[in-house]
């Protein structure tokens, strides 16, 4: 049986905020940051039992943010797909039922308004689009895709065959049909939902900010790619096309937030996704 996954909701004022995951489970830290060693992880106890196992490996997740804000439905990122060809084993040729999950959680795919892609790598546009008939079509057939102009700009000249396959069967196709809207990264949805730039991880990486009748959230995009780099925000994650860029928007993000009041929604985060961070003498920390 496929495995079914607890849907998460966050009430921001008169915003909804909606969690449905694709897949959520451990993984070697190694395959995302070099300096993450089992030894080296064990040294943050306080990632137990959320993100991390008694052995030292990352827990994480692929999920989308359902945004509901002045009569939009906005999703935030749209995990890896389904039937495509992917370098990673558990990604490639996905049978997955995340389209059901996403109906299932009130949100079927005719209902959607709005998609943001806050970068374009494989985990973040795979469900921008759909088999259908033997071609690419897109997923969200009554919505507009938000797609970063400097993010679109890189990306759409890679030479990576891999990087290219994405764009192929995840990007193009939704230009093609005239969907994609390039938008720079301070870009505004509605007057509760905008864009804030997070540039490293990719040249246009943004992150999805929402503040509403005094409360305020933060959906992170890839720029804490795990709740680890906070007390570790030198570790440079294997997929940063700039990692030094990386490193102080991160750092910067981490001071911005810290003992504040605006809850940090962790694109990858595991379950229970949300929190706040907190500055100790020991660092930063996520506090969920």
């Not at 905020?17 to 992880?41: H, M, N, Q």
């Not at 389904?82 to 049978?95: C, F, G, I, L, Q």
Request: aromatic share 8%.
């Amino acid at each position: 049986m496929p495995t079914t996954y607890p849907v998460l909701r966050w009430q921001i004022g008169a915003v909804r905020i909606t969690r449905v995951v694709e897949a959520e489970g451990p993984t070697p830290g190694s395959f995302l940051y070099a300096d993450a060693t089992p030894e080296k992880l064990l040294q943050h106890a306080w990632l137990r039992p959320h993100f991390m196992t008694a052995e030292g490996m990352l827990i994480s997740s692929i999920h989308a943010f359902v945004v509901e804000s002045q009569g939009e439905t906005i999703v935030v990122d749209t995990c890896i797909g389904n039937d495509k060809p992917r370098a990673v084993k558990n990604w490639n040729m996905r049978k997955g039922r995340f389209l059901e999950d996403l109906a299932e959680a009130g949100f079927p795919r005719e209902r959607v308004t709005t998609v943001v892609c806050t970068h374009l790598h494989v985990d973040h546009v795979g469900w921008n689009t759909m088999l259908a008939g033997g071609k690419w079509v897109p997923t969200f057939p009554n919505a507009r895709y938000l797609i970063g102009r400097k993010e679109w700009a890189y990306w759409s000249e890679a030479q990576d065959a891999q990087d290219k396959a994405i764009q192929d069967d995840s990007v193009r196709p939704i230009v093609e049909a005239g969907l994609a809207e390039l938008v720079e990264p301070d870009h505004c949805i509605t007057e509760e939902v905008f864009l804030e730039p997070t540039p490293g991880h990719t040249p246009g990486h943004v992150s999805v900010r929402i503040s509403s009748q005094g409360s305020e959230a933060v959906i992170t995009g890839d720029l804490i790619h795990h709740p680890a780099q906070c007390s570790e925000p030198g570790w440079a994650n294997r997929f940063d096309v700039d990692p030094e860029a990386a490193r102080a928007t991160r750092r910067a993000f981490l001071e911005k937030y810290r003992d504040g009041k605006v809850l940090v929604l962790g694109t990858h985060f595991a379950t229970p996704t949300a929190g706040h961070i907190r500055r100790g003498a020991g660092g930063y920390r996520f506090k969920a």
